[in-house]
């Protein structure tokens, strides 16, 4: 299953220009986490950047073609991450899935979710997922996640068509009283 994917894979980077103020970016802009203490009392908003959610977008839009990356999640106890339309909110949003152009998976309360409105949809996965793999085929307007350790596939949306660029789209979540202080990590697949 990699062999068919990673002709596909694509170098993506964590954009800080989208990053919500409580968000630390490493320097390389592969690891992002929240930080609690981190001071944002001059914070000066900008429309590209989120600032109700601990979100943030890639960097690398896309409009056509195949595009797969990974994503470490490793030990954190709640994430969510996928792909979101470049227009997607900044704000409050009064609905967090797929009617606002986000197709992402997440890590709640310990259990995997795919976040589709009204409801989310609980997924049974039979591992721990510590890698997560994202496979957006523009031309089919689906974008599947995958186990990356393992290449068994968890969840697919259907798009449908999208008429603006869509970016990756990660959400470290809070540290969850100490007990999601991991980062999340851009991983570089090899065969």
């Not at 170098?11 to 592969?30: G, I, K």
């Not at 709640?108 to 976040?115: E, P, Q, Y």
Request: with cysteine; proline share 7%.
């Amino acid at each position: 299953m990699k062999s068919c994917l990673y002709p596909n894979i694509t170098s993506v980077t964590f954009d800080p220009e989208t990053a919500h103020p409580n968000l630390t970016l490493s320097q390389s802009c592969t690891s992002v986490w929240f930080d609690e203490d981190k001071d944002t009392k001059d914070f000066q908003a900008n429309p590209r950047q989120f600032h109700y959610y601990y979100c943030l977008l890639g960097r690398e839009g896309f409009t056509t073609g195949r595009h797969y990356w990974e994503v470490e999640v490793g030990s954190k106890t709640a994430w969510r991450l996928g792909v979101a339309r470049e227009d997607v909110p900044r704000g409050e949003m009064s609905a967090t899935g797929t009617s606002n152009g986000l197709w992402t998976l997440a890590l709640k309360s310990g259990s995997i979710l795919a976040c589709i409105d009204p409801d989310p949809i609980k997924i049974k996965v039979s591992l721990c997922l510590v890698r997560i793999g994202v496979f957006l085929d523009c031309e089919k307007e689906e974008v599947t996640f995958y186990n990356a350790l393992t290449m068994a596939p968890i969840y697919t949306f259907s798009m449908g068509t999208v008429e603006v660029p869509l970016f990756p789209f990660y959400n470290p979540c809070d540290t969850d009283y100490g007990k999601n202080m991991a980062p999340l990590n851009i991983f570089i697949p090899s065969l």
